[in-house]
C-alpha cells in the first residue's frame, strides 16, 4: 500500500511551522528575515525537541534543535528552560535587579522571551513553579556576583548551558513533594538531550552545542552557487578532540573502557549531552535516588542499570562548545538540525536544496548521464517522475519541510522519489525507528541587505 | 563523452586537411607537426576578411575564391568550424518555405555531393532522404504547399501516405499521422568536415586562414570599411565579411560605428545514442516531425534527435561570458518534453542507450530569416549571420549569393527577404532580440499559415493614434516596429483567438474586411498610414532635381504641387524601391516609400546622392501621421473641413498641396490612396494628428465613414492589379515587367539608372510579366485560399509564381498577381514573353497541390474605377457572361 501524494504532505506538513520577522515602515531591520521548521517523528513519541524565541529585554533572536534518548522528558525540559537561562544570563545587572524587584513586590514580571511555537510544543504546566523557582535563584546569584562588566555572549551560554544541567541534577537530588513533579524531574534527570543553539543578534551569530545536532551555514558564492559551512562540531567517537577531551578528564586506566564501539562507556553516543545523570552522578547517589524514588523509577531496568566500568564519574558535561560567526551578505541562511538529518543527507547536499528552495531557484540538480548506463526509456522515465516533483516541490512552503522531504525521499540521482518517500513514510511506528531517526530542522533566512549595511 | 563527440563529429580529417592550407600559406613551415604551429604574421592588407570560420565564412571564402578574387584573409578566434557548426545536426534539408532560402538549400545540397570529389576532404555525405510528417490535415496542407514549390523547382518531393513513410522508416509509429512528405534528395554531412573541405578549396585558390586570431572591431572611415583591428595587429582591407555567428551582434558594436545586425543566441539541444543492437542504417532518411517538434537521423547506428521546444532557453543577451560554447550544460529536463515526442514517434529507440545530450547555442534573428548582405551605415561592411539553426542547409547558397554581392555589387537572386537592410537600429534592442527569438524559435516547428504576426516586441513603433483606433476595436499586425491596423472589430462581434484563428482556408475576419472594403468603395474610410516611409529631399540649387531625375525612372521635372509615381531603379533597371514623389517647391521633394524601405531606401540615396552639404537628405517618417481617406465621399469630408473645393477640377488626381484640415494647418493633402480608389491621404504633421483624425471622423459621420486596416486596403489594390514593392516588385522587376512602362519616362531628357536596360526591353520585349489571375473554379468558403509562391501553370506547364493575392470584395473572386515566364519546353530556356503568349494560355494556379482555373489578365477592370461607374457595371456584367 502506499500513501498519496496528498496523504504524504498532510505527513510531512503536520509538525512545520514559519516565522517571519514584522517589518516596521515596511522595512526590515533584523538580520534575521525569519525561519522555517519542522519535525518528522521516527520514535513514539518524538523525542526530538525545537526552541525559538526572540530576546526582549536584550536584542537577538535564539532557535534550538534538542535531540532527548532514553526518553524525551530531558529534551522537554531543555527546550522549555534553556532559553531562560541563556536570555537571563546576557540581562545586564539593573534589568535583572528589576525583574527581581517586580518578583519580590508582586509586580508583573518584565517579559523576557517572545516564544514562536507550533501548537504541538508545549510547556508543561506542572513544573513551572519549579523551573520558575531555579530560575529565579539563579539570576538572584547573578545578581549578588555582579561583576559590572558587559556581558559576554559566549560567556553567557556556556553559563546558561552549565546552571540548566545542574539545577536539573539539583532538582532531581532535591526531589519534590508532588508525587508527579518528583518523578517528573527524575526522569528530566535519567534522560538526556544535546542542545545546539543559535543566537543571532545583528551580525553576531553564536552557536552553543552540546551533543551531536549541528549547525550549518548556508553560503551563496559569488557564481550563485551554494556551499556549507559548518557552525559546530560534533561531539561523538568520531571527533578526535571529543575523544581526546574524555581521556584527558580520566585516569589512563580507564582509556580502553571510555570509548566502546563508538559510544561513551560503550552506550551513549553523544559525549556531552544534558541528563544522564546516570553518566555524571557517582554509583552512590544514583542508588539512593533510584532507592528513595518513586515505584516507576525503581521498577525500570533503565534507570538501576549502572554503566559497566563507572569509576571516576562524572562522564558527561552539558557544558557546550560556541563557536562566533560575523555574518556577511553572502551567508543566505543557517540550518539546525538533528541528527536525523545528518545522517541521511550531506551538509553540502543541503545547502544547495535549502538555497535553491529559498532563491527560488527550483533547479533540481541536473542529471547528468556521464558513465551511466541509461536508455531513452529509463530516462524518461526518470524525467516524468521528475516533472511531477517539481511540481511537489512547489507544494512546500516551508524549507524545513522541503528538506524532510530530500532526506526521506531521495534517491541515487539526488531527486526526490515519491515511492521511496510514500514507503518512509508508512512503515510502522516499531520499524520507522530502524529506516530512519527523528528529524528536527531549523532554517534560519537571514537578511543580506541588513548585513551587508553593518 | 564530451570528447569521444568531438572526436566523432569532426573526425580526423580535420588533421588531414590541417597541413594543406599551413603549407598553401606559408612554404617554411613544412616540419610543423607539432600540435601548435607558430602562428603565420597576418599581412599587412587584404582585400577581403572575413570573421568566423564557421560554415559561413569558409563558404564566403570558398566562393570569393572561386570567383577569381584571391587577396582574401580568414580570420577565426578559434578553431577552423569549432563554434556552431561543429555542433550542427548536419541535416541538409532543402524543404523551406520560403523560396529563396529552398534555393540556397538546393544549392548547398549540390554543392556538397560534389566537395568531397573537388577537395579530397570526406565530407561525410550521404543522400538519405528526409520525410516530413503531418499529424494534422493543416500541417500536410503546408507540406504540400512546400512539395507544390519544390517540385517546379524540379527537386523531387512526394506526398506519401503514413504506410509509404513507415516503409520508408521501419520505426515510426505512424498511428497518429495524416500523412507525410518525402524529399528522396536530402542529405547528410559532417558539418564541421563540409567547412573544413570549403576552407581547404578556399586555401588552394589563395585564401589565407588564420587561426586563434581575435577580432577586435573593425574600423570604418567616412562610411567605408579601412581595416580590422586584430589581437594580432591591423589588417587594411577594402571589404569585411561578418561571420561571427552567434558572436555576430557584439563584433558589430565593437566598433566605433556600431552595424546592427539583429540575433540573439539560444540554447539548442538534441542527443546521441549509442548504436542500436542491429546498428541502424546510414542511408535512413532524416525523420522531422513537426508537431512533436523534433528532427530525427540516423547517427553512427545510432539516432541524433533535437527539436525546437516552446520554451526556449535565450543565452548571451549581455554579450560574451565566461560560459564557454563547450561548457553549456546538458539540461534533461528542459529536453523532457522532446524526449516524449521522440519516444512517441519512434517507442521503438526505447532501449537504446544514451551518449550524451548536446547543447549547442544557435542565433536566431527576430523574423526567422538569415542575415546577409551588406550594412547600410559601412559599405564595404558585409555581413552574414543568424542562421535560425539551418546553416548548414544555407550555408553553401548564401556563401555564393555573398561572394556574388560582393564581387558584382548584387547576388544573382532577389535576396531582399534576407537583407540586413530589411531591420533598422529599432530591431537592434537586446530586450527586444531576446523576447523575439524565444517566439521565434519556437515558431521553427509551428504551423506558419498566411497573414502570422508577431506577438512579442510589439507596440514599438506607434501612431498618435494608437491608443483611439485600438478603443475601436483595432486589430494589429506589426511593420518594421511599427503596428499598423488589420481591421476593426465591430462592437459585439468576437474573433477567435489567436490559436485558432490559424487557417489556411476562409479566414475569420473575411465580412469584417468585407464591410471596411464595401464602405470604401461607396463612402468613406479611413486607414492610418503613419508607418510608411517618409524622405524631404531639398538643395539650394537644382541639384535634388538633378539628383533625383538620375536616380529615378520617372520625370519629376513637373510643376510643383504634382505626385509622380515612380520606380527607384538599379542598373539592370530593377526596382529598389517603389514610390510616389511629391515636388513641394522648385527644390524639394517630399518621398513616400514602402514602411520596410527605411534603411534600404536611405542607404541607396546616402550612396549615391553627391556629396554636397547643400543637398539635404532627411527622413520625416516619425514627423507626419498619415490618414489615407479613401472613397468617394472624401471629396466631401475634406471640403467640408478645409473650406477648399476638392473636385477633381480643383484638386486633380496626384496632386499635392499644404491646406489647412480643421484648425490645423499645414497638412499636406495628396490625392492618392495607394488603391486605385478615390480619395486623398493626408500627411499631417503629428501633434495635430489627432485634432485632424476627430474632425475627419466627426464630419464624416453623415457620410457614413468609418475605420478601415490594412486588409481592406490589399483587398482593393490587388484587385485593382496594384503591385507592391517587396511583395510584387523586387530589385530584378523592372517597370517594363510589370505594365508600368507608363511609369518611366525614357526620353525625359536625360540619363537614369536602368534607362539602358529598360530601352532594351521596350525594343526586345521582357522575359517574365507581371499578371493577374481570377480564380475561376475556386469555392471561397470551401476551398483553401492561395497566399502567395503558388506555382502558376499555363496549358500544364510551369511558368511562374504568384507573389500576393487577396478576396476581391467586388469580384466576389480570388485575385492572384504573379509573373508569368515562357520556357522554352525542350531547352528550358528563358524565351520572351509577349502579350499573346499571356492571353493564349489556358492557366492554373497550384494551391497545395489543388489546381484551380485561373483568368489571366494583363489589364485592371476598368469596371473597378467608380469614377465611371454606369457605364462600368456594363463591362462588369460582361465578364460575367465571358
Redesign the interface.
Known sequence: FYLTPPQVNSILKANEYSFKVPEFDGKNVSSVLGFDSNQLPANAPIEDRRSAATCLQTRGMLLGVFDGHAGCACAQAVSERLFYYIAVSLLPHETLLEIENAVESGRALLPILQWHKHPNDYFSKEASKLYFNSLRTYWQELIDLNSGETTDVREALINAFKRLDNDISLEAQVGDPNSFLNYLVLRVAFSGSTACVAHVDGVDLHVANTGDSRAMLGVQEEDGSWSAVNLSYDHNAQNEHEVERVKMEHPKSEEKSLVKQDRLLGLLMPFRAFGDVKFKWSIELQKRVVESGPDQLNDNEYTKFIPPNYHTPPYLTAEPEVIHHKLRPQDKFLVLATDGLWETMHRQDVARIVGEYLTGVHH?Q?????GY?????Q??G???E??AK?SSVFEDQNAATHLIRHAVGNNEFGTVDHERLSKMLSLPEELARMYRDDITIIVVQFNSHVIGAY | AAGMFLRLLSDVQWRAAHPKWRRMTSSQRRTSTTAEPPPLSLPAQAQVVICGGGIMGTSVAYHLSKMGWKDIVLLEQGRLAAGTTRFCAGIVSTARPVSIELKMAHYSNKLYQQLEQETGVQTGYMKTGSISLAQTQDRLISLKRIASSLNVMGIPCEIISPKKALQLHPLINIHDLVGAMYVPEDALVSSANVSLALATAASRNGVQIHERTTVSHVTIQKGRVTGVETDRGRIQCEYFVNCAGQWAYELGHSGEEPVHIPLHACEHFYLLTHPLQEPLSSSLPTVIDPDGRIYIRNWQGGILSGGFEKNPKPLFTEGRNQLEIQNLQEDWDHFGPLLSALLRRMPGVEALQIMQLVNCPESFTPDMRCIMGESPTAQGYFVLAGMNSAGISYGGGAGKYLAEWIVNGYPSENVWPLDLKRFGTLQSSRTFLRHRVMEVMPLMYDLKVPRWDFQTGRQLRTSPLYDRLDAQGARWMEKHGFERVKYFVPPGNDLLDLDHSKTFYKPDWFDIVGSEVKCCKEAVSVIDMSSFTKFEISSTGDQALESLQYLFSNDLDVPVGHVVHTGMLNEKGGYENDCSIARLSKRSFFMISPTDQQVHCWAWLKNRLPDDSNLVLEDVTWKYTALNLIGPRAVDVLSELSYAPMTAEHFPSLFCKEMSVGYANGIRVMSITHTGEPGFVLYIPIEYALHVYNEVMNMGQKYGIRNAGYYALRSLRIEKFFAFWGQDLDAFTTPMECGREFQVKLDKGMEFLGQEVLLEQKQNGVYKRFTMFILEDHDTDMDLWPWWGEPIFRNGRYVGKTTSSAYSYTLERHVCLGFVHHFDEKTGEELVVTTDFINQGEYEIDIAGQRFQAKAKLYPFSSLFTQRRRKDEVELSGYQRE
Request: without cysteine; hydrophobic residues 45%; charged residues 15%.
Open positions: 533540481q541536473p542529471i547528468a548521464v556521464g548506463k541509461v536508455t531513452l526509456g530516462m524518461h526518470l524525467l516524468t521528475r516533472r517539481i
